[in-house]
């Protein structure tokens, strides 16, 4: 069969397309009529030709057709395969597909990033491949086309997915379908803080964004990648964005200098000292998330105008790829602005004129979180009940809505915008609170330490009317936190898990697995906690700490960290220092936000912020530390993005902020418990080498079990064994514990010369020596010869050994095969030598009755480890006897040649 080629092609109108009918060798075509614009359909040849034919068409918007022809004998006698459609006596669609690439330069990183599209998912409203190195990351876009009468947010769902098959690898899991994780949950957090408040006002139709990992190289990170993707499908789709977003991630070396995305490699070693993710606009900063070993302010602001520039360059590279796309598709859909839900400012006028002459400021000054939101809930109702008492046909018609549903939403929009502003003014005009402080004020703080008796470590940490209880548990290896991710199964020695219960707010909810916002927080409190733990080697202990909040009202996760810290303290934990953390807020003072205050300043920074604040206001800043520096940070924006110098004034006000929790807390606890306490668990760290794992499992698992019974079960110790050759035991009698580690040693440990075992065991004698086991777990066994039980001369072995029983030996030999030879004499004192001359042995036996010792071999000090050369020679034949079960081998050259056989079983 020949070869098909293409040797034609053109782009021709419809019409035109189908007049070849009659034409060329008699072919007969019909076209398939597309449904709409952009479709693809394949054309349906009939009678076909020996050397001619028409493969496909493509309708675009000016109903043109790309026509493309093929000769050659492979499509003779439907002979198609060459062309991907099997025999099937019509030829399929040959896809168009195209590549619209941009690679863009970013500053400061080693390594360019690739934005690709037009070749995949081409029915989403945006695709984008993003690919640096060997990394790629597909992202895609979709908008509903509906939108909710009732729908007054922008309902935005992220989602992302690392693909094991990124690896080359499948889950080790039961499941081997991948579920998201809580690195996903997070990376998913990542996309989703800095591309919502980009998306335009008004617009709430529903909005998914999908991020998946389909190759991962182990050196290039996924998840700024998966941010700058999801940034470029939604410019590229027609949900309406105010800004290009990007984000990038930065690392500091030891010398202070910053890496603009550095690899993996580099954050486990050069860089270790900040990990920060910045995402934001060519202008203006969107959202941080980082962790740092006590970098200071200074260098957090650094780090933050090092990212903005290479954000900059990675926004025009979107940018170019979106103007690349229109420009090579005029066709395609514009954005879609005609649905935007934007509340009128007679709507707002309307709302606040009601609300204050119903007593908003009086119901926004109540201290009581509780009592205030009770009032403010009171008020709605009354506020928009109103509000709907007045609206009329001719009103709902002179705003432009259609139904009193769509009115309902654009008042409790209304109703929600204005409370922002009024609580603005209140704090912009007169520098005072909901609560009643000022700008710079902390609530008042509590602690209680250790309120639980048997907890192993706790705390109740109290600010305003937040409040959690922390609590630390700490365990063996069996209490680690396990994982598994695309660089491989993970152990976390330390975690804390953050638990939010309904009650907390005095609302009733569901209760079960962590949500997104929880997983988050917890992230966080950790991430604060974690440079102060002590390393594994220092504090062989699993550490879980778990952050019970009771009560919230803004800031839980900081709370979460002070309460962690003086449950570690509690515990008994050596933390190198103690870890506070604070919430800052910001109120632009904007005629965009609704505002514009002639006297009062262009934005104010708040310290230690209410829900309320943190709901209603611009920013969410939070910051953890030591006195020594900056432990972790997020922050969140509502606005377009701020400024580095609104950034770096913030952190200044959060340093103060954080010397004066941490004063107060060390006023209650200023350093860890100089002990454990008793009810925490003793544990044992052994290394042994790896290839040795096996001896110590057992057999399914046999040997591990009999050590574990040999010293009181399960409920007494348990025995956790790493894959690098750490051995964890952890019990609660040390003699217990040293009891399973000496076994361990043992099985792992080769027999050396000289070693002594105190509880050998006789397992066999015969005539001429006694077989004993060294260790009752492992079985090693060791060669007893005759010669060597004890000084004197004995005539029967079984008038001074018997099976079973237990004495101490000393290791004479051990030859290359790993055969041993002990000694018991060499353990016993030697009795004083008597003269050769009294024809005695030194016991006193004749020398004359010994099996053909000499008297010299006798009365001679003999080695222990090195017996004479005639008790060899006379011990060395018995085989005129009857052989017993267990008879000598003869030694193979270069072999160990013991007195009588070696120590193996073999049969008779």
């Excluded at 597909?97 to 360019?112: D, Q, Y």
């Excluded at 920013?619 to 969140?636: E, N, W």
Aim: aromatic share 4%; proline share 6%; with cysteine.
């Amino acid at each position: 069969m020949g070869e098909a080629q293409r040797t034609w092609a053109y782009t021709m109108p419809v019409d035109a397309a189908l007049k070849l009918h009659g034409r060329r060798h008699q072919c007969s075509w019909g076209v398939m009529a597309a449904q709409q614009v952009g479709s693809y359909r394949p054309a349906v040849a009939r009678d076909v030709a020996p050397a001619f034919r028409l493969v496909c068409g493509r309708l675009n918007r000016d109903h043109r057709c790309s026509v493309s022809i093929w000769t050659g004998s492979a499509l003779k006698n439907g002979g198609f395969a060459k062309l991907g459609h099997g025999r099937r006596p019509c030829l399929g669609l040959q896809a168009n597909l195209e590549r619209i690439s941009v690679e863009v330069e970013v500053p400061g990183a080693a390594s360019t990033i690739q934005l690709e599209t037009g070749f995949f998912a081409r029915q989403a409203g945006g695709a984008v491949s993003v690919r640096s190195g060997d990394t790629v990351v597909y992202c895609t876009a979709c908008t509903s086309d509906e939108l909710s009468p009732n729908v007054d947010f922008a309902p935005l769902r992220v989602d992302y997915v690392e693909k094991f098959s990124a690896v080359g690898r499948t889950s080790a899991g039961y499941l081997k379908r991948e579920r998201p994780g809580d690195r996903e949950i997070l990376v998913s957090r990542l996309i989703d803080r800095p591309i919502r408040p980009c998306i335009a006002d008004g617009f709430f139709k529903e909005t998914q964004v999908l991020a998946n990992v389909f190759s991962f190289d182990g050196a290039h990170q996924a998840d700024t990648l998966a941010i700058c993707g999801a940034a470029a499908a939604l410019a590229l789709s027609p949900v309406p964005m105010r800004s290009t977003v990007a984000a990038v991630r930065i690392g500091m070396r030891q010398d202070g200098t910053f890496v603009v995305n550095p690899t993996e490699q580099q954050m486990r070693d050069e860089t270790k000292y900040l990990d920060m993710v910045v995402a934001g606009t060519k202008n203006a900063v969107l959202m941080i998330e980082a962790g740092c070993q006590f970098a200071t302010e200074q260098q957090i602001v650094e780090a933050i105008d090092v990212a903005q520039q290479a954000i900059a360059s990675l926004c025009e590279g979107i940018a170019r790829l979106e103007s690349l796309v229109v420009a090579a598709h005029p066709e395609r859909a514009s954005k879609d602005t005609t649905d935007l839900r934007l509340v009128p400012p007679q709507i707002l006028e309307e709302i606040r004129e009601v609300a204050c002459r119903c007593g908003l400021m009086d119901a926004i000054r109540i201290h009581e979180k509780k009592r205030r939101e009770t009032a403010l809930a009171d008020l709605r109702e009354q506020v928009l009940e109103e509000a709907m008492e007045r609206a009329t046909e001719d009103k709902l018609a002179a705003y432009g809505i259609c139904d009193e549903d769509e009115y309902e939403t654009l008042c409790r929009m209304a109703w929600k915008r204005m409370l922002s502003n009024e609580m603005r003014r209140l704090i912009l005009d007169e520098q005072v609170r909901a609560d009643g402080r000022g700008p710079l004020h902390i609530r008042p703080i509590d602690i209680v330490q250790a309120p639980l008796p048997c907890a192993h470590g706790s705390a109740l940490f109290t600010r305003g009317e937040t409040q959690t209880l922390a609590v630390v548990t700490l365990g063996g290896q069996d209490s680690a936190q396990r994982s598994e991710s695309l660089l491989g199964e993970h152990t976390s020695h330390f975690y804390l898990q953050y638990m939010f219960p309904p009650f907390a707010v005095g609302e009733v909810g569901r209760v079960g697995a962590p949500g997104r916002r929880e997983i988050g927080h917890g992230m966080l409190a950790q991430r604060a906690l974690e440079p102060v733990v002590p390393p594994r080697e220092a504090f062989p202990y699993v550490i879980r700490v778990e952050s019970n909040i009771l009560e919230s009202n803004g800031s839980s996760s900081m709370a979460s960290v002070c309460g962690g810290s003086l449950a570690l303290m509690d515990a008994g934990v050596p933390v190198s220092a103690a870890v506070a953390g604070v919430a800052m807020g910001l109120i632009l003072n904007n005629a965009n936000q609704g505002l514009n205050q002639q006297n009062a300043p262009p934005y104010l920074i708040l310290t230690d912020i209410l829900g309320m604040e943190d709901a209603l206001g611009d920013m969410d800043f939070k910051v953890a530390g030591t006195r020594a520096g900056i432990t972790a940070l997020q922050m969140d924006i509502k606005v377009e993005g701020i400024t580095s110098d609104i950034i770096r004034r913030a952190l200044a006000q959060a340093h103060g902020a954080r010397i004066h929790i941490l004063d107060v807390m060390d006023s209650t606890c200023n350093a860890p418990r100089p002990s454990l306490p008793e009810s925490v668990p003793k544990i044992k760290i052994l290394t042994i080498d790896p290839k040795r794992i096996g001896d110590v499992i057992g057999p399914g698992g046999r040997m591990v079990r009999s050590i574990i019974e040999a010293c009181g079960g399960e409920d007494q110790i348990t025995i956790d064994i790493e894959s690098d050759g750490t051995v964890s035991i952890l019990g609660s009698q040390p003699d217990l514990l040293e009891r399973a580690a000496r076994t361990i040693r043992n099985i792992t440990t080769e027999v050396e010369i000289g070693q002594v075992f105190e509880q050998a065991r006789v397992t066999k004698i015969l005539p001429f020596g006694a077989y004993v086991e060294l260790d009752s777990l492992t079985g090693k066994e060791g060669w007893l010869h005759i010669s060597e039980v004890a000084w004197q001369h004995i005539e029967k072995i079984e008038n001074v050994l018997r099976e079973d029983q237990v004495l101490a030996v000393k290791v004479l030999e051990v030859n290359a095969r790993g055969q041993v030879r002990v000694s018991r004499k060499a353990l016993l004192e030697r009795p004083p030598a008597t003269s050769a001359a009294s024809g005695s042995s030194a016991n006193g036996t004749p020398a004359s009755s010994g099996r053909g010792t000499s008297t010299s071999a006798s009365t001679s000090p003999a080695r222990p480890s090195t017996p004479t050369s005639s008790s060899r020679t006379s011990r060395s034949s018995p085989s005129t006897r009857a052989g017993p079960s267990r008879s000598p081998s003869p030694p193979s050259s270069g072999e160990l040649k013991p007195k009588g056989p070696p120590p193996t079983h073999p049969e008779a």
